[in-house]
């Protein structure tokens, strides 16, 4: 980055000269009137995502295992992170002069303090007391905002209580927090948050401490592509088997990211916005035209809702924040903010795009979470740049591959399509064997006409996270195209191969990605005693996809390509011929054809639905024939 952007970045990057908190970035008044329709779109969705908070709170003094909690409308249990929503309720309640949200915010405190506070300082994610304390520093940020911002609209006796119970919580985080004592989300986190609370509270050695950890974070960016790495356990520094590092896009862009961007412009630490934002630039290329992050190749994909991760805070603060710096950050802000009113339905956010069409309910923990950026960006609204979203997407205008080599994953476009090709092998841990998108699998495919046509899911649905995961409706089948093959009733698939490897190559108007995989078990053992390796080949020109399956090994069991395609339930589907299936979208017609008869899994009614990335679809599948080692599949939109 230029010197003289820096000069610029520092002008609106100025915090608190006079003041500890006077807003993260001091650029000048006069607010562009570009971003008032973007003012108007986070307004109403918080508003109406805090009035959706509170019809599901749970008001019953005589039981204090529950009373002030939010209820899930999907979980049986209570989300112990709750009390993350006492800052957008004291927003609304400031913003609206409306009691309810006072009493509301005062609620999932006291709930807090009766079930998940401990004595030194932490809180835990449920009422077990020997749960996961890594969370205090979630609650401490809300905590502090709420305090900092609207803190005056408290009466005095609670403000006090509220500023006691902060310091408690900074002090337990500024004792246990190192960059890496786990995931690199909570060690990043914890430099704005200690930064922050050392402000409120007047602490110079939470400060400290936060500047400290700020030098260490910048050696947790990839080699190449400068992504921000660390999610896995173990240890943050694991390598793959093929030099790769622990890299989520999800928890990336809605969590660490926002806190090192509001750090990095607050303090003016001009090195590390200057790795965020080669960082956020590479992070972006995964967002796809319509506002979501493609993060079917990330190794904590469990939680992929589409639009971002199921239990992190939102985008918004990191792209929004960084708009000045590249306009195409403030386009990624607000189209994921569309996105996720779009999935939203009776004032709560559900986990996907299709929860809705599908029946399946919503969780809470969606909501207080994401509630939380969108009160930030309001919070800073003077200081902050224009942002719009007349900057297109890189994916938007992408033709081509882009080949990530930190995470062997390539995107593709050619016309009005869009994919991802993973042979990302860096897993999350070591005790699970879920499998985001890999193995030379197609992760995502996308169409500008019709939207998402193919998701990855989980290999096998898992609940990785028991608390933080909403348990898989009716038959657990993956989403994910792949081969596969069943042997003496063991499931095996390229998915599982973690060795695989593609290259690529765009020629003649057609880009060609050859995937060289074989098919194994969830324990990586290969089949035997039929095909077990076989070239996968993606061909992409601007009329069509193509899926070529190869092999030059006898088949002697069933094996199959299959090709699940994102699809309403209500959407019409015509079987054309035995080898050809379209189905009818709003936008327009799909048509599947192949070499070979084309079924469709046995389901439970019409469509399948998994949990990730939230949608339902066809799952339709393609036999080898008799004698046969080549199969040809092709979809087309019309």
């Given at each position: 980055m230029k010197r003289r952007n820096f000069i610029q970045l520092s002008t609106l990057a100025g915090v608190g000269l006079s003041l500890p908190m006077a807003g993260l970035l001091n650029a000048c008044e006069s607010h562009p009137e570009h971003s008032f329709e973007f003012k108007n779109l986070i307004s109403e969705l918080l508003k109406d995502w805090c009035d959706g908070m509170i019809k599901v709170q749970i008001n019953n003094p005589s039981n204090l295992e529950e009373h002030g909690a939010l209820g899930c409308p999907s979980c049986e249990h209570i989300h112990g992170r709750c009390m993350d929503?006492?800052?957008?309720?004291?927003?609304?309640?400031?913003?609206?002069?409306?009691?309810?949200?006072?009493?509301?915010?005062?609620?999932?405190?006291?709930?807090?303090?009766?079930?998940?506070?401990?004595?030194?300082?932490?809180?835990?994610?449920?009422?077990?007391?020997?749960?996961?304390?890594?969370?205090?520093?979630?609650?401490?940020?809300?905590?502090?905002?709420?305090?900092?911002?609207?803190?005056?609209?408290?009466?005095?006796?609670?403000r006090k209580a509220w500023t006691e119970r902060l310091e408690k919580a900074g002090q337990y985080v500024y004792e246990t927090f190192t960059i890496d004592f786990t995931n690199i989300n909570y060690g990043g986190t914890a430099i704005y948050g200690l930064d922050l609370i050392g402000d409120v509270l007047g602490n110079k050695g939470f400060k400290t401490k936060s500047k400290n950890l700020a030098e260490e974070v910048k050696l947790y960016f990839t080699a190449n592509e400068?992504?921000?790495?660390?999610?896995?356990?173990?240890?943050?520094?694991?390598?793959?088997?093929?030099?790769?590092?622990?890299?989520?896009?999800?928890?990336?862009?809605?969590?660490?990211?926002?806190?090192?961007?509001?750090?990095?412009?607050?303090?003016?630490?001009?090195?590390?916005l200057q790795i965020l934002t080669k960082s956020l630039n590479s992070h972006l290329e995964f967002m796809l035209p319509d506002g979501a992050w493609d993060n079917s190749w990330g190794n904590r994909m469990y939680k992929w809702s589409y639009w971002g991760s199921r239990t992190c805070d939102g985008s918004q603060p990191a792209f929004g924040m960084m708009a000045h710096i590249n306009p195409a950050f403030g386009t990624a802000a607000v189209k994921n903010t569309e996105l996720l009113q779009r999935c939203t339905a009776?004032?709560?956010?559900?986990?996907?795009?299709?929860?809705?069409?599908?029946?399946?309910?919503?969780?809470?923990?969606?909501?207080?979470a994401h509630a939380k950026p969108l009160a930030a960006m309001l919070d800073h609204w003077k200081h902050l740049p224009e942002i719009n979203k007349n900057k297109a997407l890189p994916r938007v205008t992408a033709d081509g591959i882009t080949h990530f080599k930190d995470l062997?994953?390539?995107?593709?476009?050619?016309?009005?399509?869009?994919?991802?090709?993973?042979?990302?092998?860096?897993?999350?841990?070591?005790?699970?064997?879920?499998?985001?998108?890999?193995?030379?699998?197609?992760?995502?495919?996308?169409?500008?006409?019709?939207?998402?046509?193919?998701?990855?899911?989980?290999?096998?649905?898992?609940?990785?996270?028991?608390?933080?995961?909403q348990i898989q409706p009716g038959k657990d089948i993956a989403l994910t195209p792949r081969i596969e093959t069943f042997k003496d009733n063991v499931w095996f698939t390229n998915l599982y191969d973690l060795p695989a490897t593609f290259t690529g190559k765009d020629e003649n108007g057609i880009i060609e990605l050859l995937a060289k995989v074989k098919l194994k078990n969830v324990n990586r053992e290969v089949v035997e005693e039929t095909a077990s390796q076989f070239d996968i080949i993606y061909n992409c020109s601007s009329d069509k996809m193509e899926i070529r399956v190869i092999t030059n090994q006898?088949?002697?069991?069933?094996?199959?390509?299959?090709?699940?395609?994102?699809?309403?339930?209500?959407?019409?589907?015509?079987?054309?011929?035995?080898?050809?299936?379209?189905?009818?979208?709003?936008?327009?017609?799909?048509?599947?054809?192949?070499?070979?008869?084309i079924k469709i899994k046995e389901i439970e009614g019409s469509r399948t639905f998994n949990m990730v990335p939230g949608v339902e679809a066809l799952p339709l599948e393609v036999y080898f024939e008799k004698d046969k080692k080549e199969l040809l599949l092709s979809v087309t939109v019309s």
């Open positions: 929503a006492v800052y957008p309720f004291l927003y609304m309640a400031n913003i609206s002069g409306d009691k309810k949200y006072i009493e509301a915010a005062k609620l999932v405190m006291i709930w807090a303090e009766n079930n998940v506070s401990q004595n030194n300082g932490a809180w835990t994610v449920i009422k077990n007391p020997k749960s996961w304390k890594g969370i205090t520093i979630f609650g401490a940020i809300a905590l502090a905002e709420a305090l900092h911002y609207h803190g005056h609209v408290l009466d005095e006796e609670t400068g992504l921000l790495f660390g999610e896995c356990k173990p240890e943050a520094n694991k390598l793959s088997k093929k030099g790769l590092r622990g890299v989520d896009l999800g928890y990336n862009v809605e969590e660490t990211l926002n806190s090192l961007v509001m750090y990095a412009l607050k303090e003016k630490d001009e090195e590390l009776d004032g709560l956010i559900h986990g996907g795009p299709h929860y809705i069409s599908a029946g399946i309910p919503p969780c809470v923990h969606h909501t207080f062997d994953v390539s995107l593709f476009a050619r016309g009005d399509w869009r994919g991802t090709v993973s042979a990302y092998d860096a897993e999350y841990h070591y005790k699970y064997d879920y499998r985001q998108a890999s193995g030379g699998a197609l992760g995502v495919l996308y169409h500008n006409k019709v939207g998402l046509l193919c998701a990855a899911s989980m290999a096998e649905y898992h609940m990785v996270e028991p608390y933080n995961q006898s088949i002697s069991e069933p094996t199959a390509f299959v090709l699940p395609i994102v699809s309403k339930s209500k959407e019409v589907i015509t079987h054309v011929f035995e080898n050809e299936i379209t189905i009818q979208k709003p936008e327009g017609k799909v048509t599947i054809k192949a070499t070979s008869p």
